[in-house]
């Protein structure tokens, strides 16, 4: 029977089953988790104390901030704003009585430009959703053939996958495991690999008046698969 925490998996491993241009299922989920962490961090959640806490002291990255501004929900981002240049005031203002002044300032400034909250979040969540897929491979026959009519996983997530599931999984299911995702990466290159040099080859005049088959979008594909180029859209 499926449980909540299974649906968002189940949905996006059959979303890249149905049409494989969804691409890697943990791709759509990053994406899916994005959504939903903007959209609460710019809601009601925003003035909640604990949130705030946090949000305050870790701030947002380049990207996250350029998404919620692209929300145009400006009055809940100065409110965000307004508390967060509060902290970063006082880690500047701090100062080292001994030695080099700069020593209470700089290490949490330099901690402050290597956070996230929202990153932070979408990586807790989404390593507990490779947990559930892993979880759904040993547990569910109907899941094994979902996985392995899956398209492609992008490198980072197929690492994080492999790297998970060796850890946690018996030696005998882990090595069916992993010999359905190694199958489904190497059918996945070799077709990308070609589609890549067909694409090379058409700027060769010798080539010009061949068609273009699969190979017209190999390069961002290819992108995309090496490296989940999660930054395309929320």
Same mark, same amino acid.
């Given at each position: 029977?499926?449980? +909540?925490?299974?649906?968002?998996?189940?949905?996006?491993?059959?979303?890249?089953?149905?049409?494989?241009?969804?691409?890697? &299922?943990?791709?759509?989920?990053?994406?899916?988790?994005?959504?939903?962490?903007?959209? +609460?961090?710019?809601?009601?959640?925003?003035?909640? &104390?604990?949130?705030?806490?946090?949000?305050?002291?870790?701030?947002?990255?380049?990207?996250?901030?350029?998404?919620?501004?692209?929300?145009?929900?400006?009055?809940?981002?100065?409110?965000?704003?307004? !508390?967060?240049?509060?902290?970063?005031?006082?880690?500047?203002?701090?100062?080292?009585?001994?030695?080099?002044?700069?020593?209470?300032?700089?290490?949490?400034?330099?901690?402050?430009? !290597?956070?996230?909250?929202?990153? !932070?979040?979408?990586?807790?969540?989404?390593?507990?959703?490779?947990?559930?897929?892993?979880?759904?491979?040993?547990?569910?026959?109907?899941?094994?053939?979902?996985?392995?009519?899956?398209?492609?996983?992008?490198?980072?997530?197929?690492?994080?996958?492999?790297?998970?599931?060796?850890? %946690?999984?018996? %030696?005998?299911?882990?090595?069916?495991?992993?010999?359905?995702?190694?199958?489904?990466?190497?059918?996945?290159?070799?077709?990308?690999?070609?589609?890549? !040099?067909?694409?090379?080859? %058409?700027?060769?005049?010798?080539?010009?008046?061949?068609?273009?088959?699969?190979?017209?979008?190999?390069?961002?594909?290819?992108?995309?698969?090496?490296?989940?180029?999660?930054?395309?859209?929320?």
């Amino acid at each position: 029977m499926e449980q +909540i925490f299974t649906i968002p998996v189940n949905e996006e491993f059959d979303a890249s089953r149905e049409k494989p241009e969804c691409g890697c &299922p943990f791709c759509r989920l990053y994406r899916r988790l994005q959504r939903d962490e903007l959209d +609460i961090i710019l809601g009601a959640s925003m003035m909640e &104390p604990d949130i705030r806490i946090k949000t305050n002291e870790m701030g947002f990255c380049n990207k996250h901030f350029a998404m919620m501004l692209g929300r145009r929900r400006m009055l809940g981002i100065g409110l965000i704003l307004e !508390s967060h240049l509060a902290e970063v005031e006082k880690k500047i203002s701090a100062r080292s009585i001994f030695g080099d002044p700069s020593a209470a300032s700089l290490k949490p400034l330099e901690k402050l430009d !290597s956070e996230c909250y929202v990153c !932070s979040r979408i990586k807790r969540n989404l390593d507990a959703m490779i947990s559930t897929a892993v979880y759904l491979y040993e547990t569910e026959d109907e899941f094994k053939k979902k996985f392995a009519e899956q398209p492609y996983f992008c490198i980072p997530h197929y690492n994080a996958m492999i790297s998970y599931a060796s850890k %946690k999984m018996n %030696k005998k299911l882990y090595r069916d495991f992993f010999d359905s995702a190694q199958d489904i990466q190497k059918k996945y290159v070799n077709a990308l690999k070609g589609d890549v !040099s067909w694409f090379c080859k %058409k700027f060769d005049y010798n080539y010009e008046n061949e068609p273009w088959y699969n190979s017209k979008d190999s390069v961002p594909r290819a992108v995309k698969f090496l490296t989940g180029a999660l930054e395309d859209g929320e």
